[in-house]
């Protein structure tokens, strides 16, 4: 009965492959919340505003650009390693060696 049980801590490097994987489906809602919420608060009535604001989404977008590709080549370097790449979900790994 035993057997069939996962473990119960992971490896490092698949957890780790793991955490990066999350990070990217969480990129798209961080940035999406970073984009809005300062739009709805805006002060109203204010000069310069606008360029302000400007400036804020171009930064905004280029650092989502950046961590994306951190992102992306942190993932491929684990895949690269001799690890499988990530396909399926959280118990077909933990099943595999069973």
Do not use: N
């Not at 957890?15 to 919340?33: E, I, K, N, Q």
């Not at 951190?70 to 933990?94: F, V």
């Amino acid at each position: 009965m035993a057997r069939g049980r996962p473990p119960i801590f992971l490896q490092p490097e698949p957890y780790r492959r793991r955490r990066l994987v999350d990070a990217a489906r969480l990129l798209p809602v961080f940035g999406t919340f970073l984009i809005i919420v300062p739009c709805i608060l805006l002060p109203r009535g204010l000069v310069g505003t606008t360029a302000s604001l400007m400036l804020y989404l171009f930064l905004v977008w280029t650092l989502l650009i950046i961590f994306a590709a951190l992102i992306t080549r942190y993932i491929q370097k684990a895949e690269q390693s001799g690890h499988r790449p990530l396909t399926g979900d959280a118990g077909s790994d933990a099943g595999e060696g069973a």
